[in-house]
Nanobody, 125 residues
Framework: QVRLVQSAADSVQAGGSLRLSCVFSEYPGSSYCMAWFRQAPGKERERVARITETDITSYADSVKGRFTISKDNAKKTLYLQMNSLKPEDTAIYYC???????????????????WGQGTQVTVSS
């Protein structure tokens, strides 16, 4: 069973930076998609970034140029570096993963079957 453990909640002022981490007990196979999602109060969960086993990355337009997803395979850890944070980035952030049957990663949360416990990120103005 793949287990994901995320870093603790954190807060920062607008314009600041934070780094989230997510430690895997094991990777979900030789082919996988890993992602960071976020969910703000009253909003749907959205994928903000994803990375494949070959380090191909993709970002939501709202975070492009500010957030960077990466992984350290030796540590089995997924990261999300968040720079130039805005109050609208305030949300609970979740790491997630699944092993796709095809060649591309699906955006929908329902495709991901392994999830972290969530990390509250608060950005104050």
């Amino acid at each position: 069973q793949v287990r994901l453990v995320q870093s603790a909640a954190d807060s920062v002022q607008a314009g600041g930076s934070l780094r989230l981490s997510c430690v895997f007990s094991e990777y979900p196979g030789s082919s996988y998609c890993m992602a960071w999602f976020r969910q703000a109060p009253g909003k749907e969960r959205e994928r903000v970034a994803r990375i494949t086993e070959t380090d191909i990355t993709s970002y939501a337009d709202s975070v492009k140029g500010r957030f960077t997803i990466s992984k350290d395979n030796a540590k089995k850890t997924l990261y999300l570096q968040m720079n130039s944070l805005k109050p609208e980035d305030t949300a609970i952030y979740y790491c997630a993963a699944y092993s796709p049957s095809g060649s591309s990663c699906i955006t929908l949360p329902s495709a991901y079957n392994y999830w972290g416990q969530g990390t509250q990120v608060t950005v104050s103005s």
